[in-house]
């Protein structure tokens, strides 16, 4: 075992981020995952600190051994009652699978392989797992590509959702997708956004059964500067079709009158949901 993955045992056996672990040593987040990783080596006083804070001796965390065991009573635990699977993937990456009586089973896998600061891979499952990485699956979940309850990423996928392309029961991006939804274009059950579509909308460009659009609303019930509604319109104009298909020409031109040219894109889009809808 290795002097950073016998660190990264040690601070995960005690529930420590490695952004907590770092600020109690006086380092950065980046320089304890660099020694996890074995990319860099601790000081000598930083070697003595983690010995002191952890209750083991140097030799254990230095010398080339497989195990290394704490002296404080937080970190103690019966042999009888752990079991500890390490280093099936030596090549790859770091795997751990933990099992204590009266608590779930957790796996834990990280690349070695690192993009920038970032494992390429890392996952964690089991209650409370963190993972942060390029693709990074776990309870709470930040990379590029995120998995997880509540996920943070460039694509994202959780119960509670952040990234430029979000999907989630509440998400929240650039592209957003779920039963609510916010984001620069949005689609869900409540929807919010410069163009949203959901049944419940809000926005510039608001498609849906209730709309509401500063610029242009479509929908059963719409209320905008341009409002094309089936059973009710509020606006500067108005259209209530019965159900029966809208003045395409005449919406058209209401739309290149009345809305800024500032909105082009969205002038284009919200012309083509009128043929839709």
Not at 29 to 37: D, G, P
Not at 181 to 201: K, N, R, W
Request: glycine fraction near 12%; aromatic fraction near 12%.
């Amino acid at each position: 075992m290795t002097l950073g993955e016998k660190i990264y045992r040690l601070r995960t056996e005690h529930g420590l981020s490695q952004e907590t672990f770092g600020e109690k040593l006086g380092v950065s987040r980046q320089s304890v995952s660099k020694w996890e990783t074995d990319q860099s080596v601790p000081e000598l006083d930083k070697i003595v600190a983690i010995s002191d804070f952890f209750g083991v001796s140097t030799d254990q965390l230095l010398k080339d051994t497989e195990n290394v065991q704490t002296t404080s009573s937080t970190a103690q635990v019966s042999s009888e009652n752990t079991f500890d699977l390490e280093d099936m993937s030596p090549e790859s990456g770091l795997l751990r699978v933990e099992y204590r009586p009266g608590r779930r089973p957790r796996f834990e896998y990280k690349s070695k392989k690192m993009v920038g600061n970032l494992p390429l891979v890392h996952i964690n499952a089991g209650i409370g797992g963190r993972a942060k990485g390029v693709i990074a699956i776990g309870t709470v979940a930040q990379g590029w590509f995120a998995i997880g309850l509540a996920a943070m990423g460039g694509f994202s996928i959780g119960i509670v959702s952040l990234g430029l392309l979000s999907l989630a029961v509440f998400s929240f991006g650039l592209l957003s997708f779920g039963s609510f939804s916010c984001g620069v274009i949005s689609f869900g059950a409540i929807a919010v956004g410069i163009f949203s579509m959901g049944a419940l909308t809000f926005g510039q460009f608001a498609f849906g059964a209730s709309a509401h659009g500063a610029q242009v609303a479509i929908g059963d019930v719409a209320s905008g500067k341009i409002a094309l509604g089936y059973s009710r319109a509020t606006g500067l104009y108005t259209q209530i079709s019965n159900r029966q298909p809208f003045d395409y020409e005449n919406a058209c031109r209401a739309i290149d009158e009345h809305v800024s040219s500032n909105w082009l894109f969205f002038k284009t889009w919200a012309k083509g949901m009128i043929r839709w809808f």
